[in-house]
């Protein structure tokens, strides 16, 4: 049983920066391809990005490209989501995802772009 747990999210400035943890509380992280994903209120959850097993790919949204940058670590069993010149409309509640024959989700982490 895998269990996710992100972390980093609050408060932040518009052109400002953050990083988002995800990490496995329990379980192997790195056999799974890990994706982002975010959800403003009344809004679907929608993808951001993802990394694959070996780090060897990673995928991004265009709205994030060259803003956004998805990485691992295996040895700590955690990926990490960068985010650099934060928009207000980044604000969002942020989620990792891990997808297997059953696909995971953390609680997720609040990430607020405002002045």
């Known amino acids: 049983q895998l269990q996710l747990v992100e972390s980093g999210g609050g408060l932040v400035q518009p052109g400002g920066s953050l990083r988002l943890s995800c990490t496995a509380s329990?379980?192997?992280?790195?056999?799974?391809?890990i994706a982002w994903f975010r959800q403003s209120p009344g809004q679907e959850r929608d993808w951001i990005g993802c990394?694959?097993?070996?780090?060897?790919?990673?995928y991004y949204r265009d709205s994030v490209k060259g803003r956004f940058t998805i990485s691992r670590d295996n040895a700590k069993n955690t990926v990490y989501l960068q985010m650099n010149t934060l928009k207000p409309e980044d604000t969002a509640v942020y989620y990792c995802?891990?997808?297997?024959?059953?696909?995971?989700w953390g609680q997720g982490t609040q990430v607020t772009v405002s002045s």
């Open positions: 995802n891990a997808r297997g024959i059953i696909t995971y």
């Open positions: 329990s379980g192997t992280l790195s056999v799974y391809p």
């Open positions: 990394i694959s097993e070996s780090d060897r790919f990673t």
